[in-house]
């Protein structure tokens, strides 16, 4: 039965570990939850955020509104001639749901392992890594509408992919909730190793012929080396966006920084890789209080202890004043800063 609870605390609810409260907290298990939940009167009167897994946001201050934590489970799969379609709960943890992909032989998920977060975020932010996007699989989300309490169904089309965005984070922001995903997979897997450390990973495993499930391991693998786990030291993931630049930015860059990491684009651009752009102004492993970069990778920042979300800000302006001095590039958060 759906329950509204007052005053919560969200410091189990968000990957940093940040603890703040909310005036008002919902779970949700079902599309029938959340109708029930827009019925209620509190509901009415509150501003709303959505959260999955909390692993994509900042909290600066306590929040005065309603959270909504998206909980639905479950996953199904039909073929589909020579592909399968998968629809998961909005609720399921992404890795677990990228691991039951790669148990079944499923393929096209494998290059995402071990992202934190959940499978309703996944269309919302595009989610990518290793190569791959989210758009690479998206099929089709559905998704509740606020303001009709209808559940109405996004394309790929419609969905307006970009690097990191989608129409959710655009002009439909807090218009819709996604309660489920449905992925379009293979069961002849594309081996996609091209990207990062993956094949060095698997040659250093004696790995010539990498199964969906070598790649997934590999990936793992390289994701632990370089990223602190959550449960352990707070964090949130790459806390910036790899930016993306024209050839005559690029151009000025590479000039005076001939050994800048960068790669070409789909649509002739450059991306740099923030985490080199960080680690070169001298941020690598920095600690300021309780707060700091990573040690194994300066794209990463990390509670230490009892860090408070201004803390975390605070010192991500640093950074990002210190890449534009040197570099002439602003970085861009990734995270979410409420």
């Not at 005036?23 to 999955?52: C, H, M, N, R």
């Not at 269309?123 to 209808?150: H, M, R, W």
């Not at 920084?257 to 651009?269: F, G, S």
């Not at 070169?280 to 408070?308: E, F, P, R, S, Y």
Request: proline fraction near 3%; charged fraction near 20%.
């Amino acid at each position: 039965m759906l329950q509204i609870q007052e005053n919560i605390s969200l410091k189990p609810y968000n990957s940093f570990g940040i603890d703040v409260k909310a005036s008002y907290f919902a779970e949700i298990f079902s599309e029938a939850d959340l109708k029930s939940l827009f019925e209620d009167e509190v509901t009415k009167s509150q501003k709303l955020l959505v959260i999955g897994g909390g692993s994509n946001v900042l909290f600066t201050k306590d929040y005065e509104g309603l959270v909504i934590k998206i909980s639905i489970k479950g996953i199904e799969s039909i073929a589909d001639g020579g592909q399968i379609l998968v629809t998961a709960g909005a609720g399921e943890v992404w890795n677990d749901f990228v691991n039951y992909c790669v148990e079944h032989n499923f393929a096209g998920v494998e290059n995402l392992s071990l992202i934190p977060g959940t499978v309703g975020a996944s269309p919302i932010q595009n989610i990518g890594a290793y190569g791959i996007e989210l758009k690479d699989v998206f099929e089709s989300c559905a998704a509740f509408e606020i303001k009709t309490g209808q559940i109405k169904t996004f394309n790929f089309n419609e969905c307006h992919f970009g690097y990191r965005e989608s129409i959710f984070k655009g002009e439909l922001k807090g218009q819709y909730i996604i309660t489920s995903v449905t992925f379009r997979l293979s069961t002849q897997p594309a081996i996609n190793t091209s990207y990062g450390a993956i094949e060095t990973e698997l040659q250093h495993r004696g790995i010539e012929k990498p199964t969906i499930a070598d790649v997934s391991a590999a990936v793992s693998h390289i994701r632990v080396s370089k990223l602190p786990d959550p449960s352990t030291i707070g964090n949130a993931g790459s806390f910036f966006k790899n930016p993306v630049i024209d050839k005559h930015e690029f151009a000025e860059v590479v000039a005076k920084h001939p050994d800048v990491v960068h790669y070409p684009t789909a649509d002739h651009k450059i991306k740099l890789a923030a985490g080199w752009l960080i680690e070169q102004c001298g941020w690598k492993g920095k600690i300021v209080g309780q707060t700091g970069t990573w040690k194994n990778q300066a794209l990463v920042l990390v509670n230490h202890g009892d860090a408070t979300g201004t803390e975390v800000f605070d010192f991500s302006e640093q950074i990002i004043d210190s890449v534009k001095s040197s570099f002439g590039v602003t970085l861009e958060r990734e995270v979410n800063i409420l």
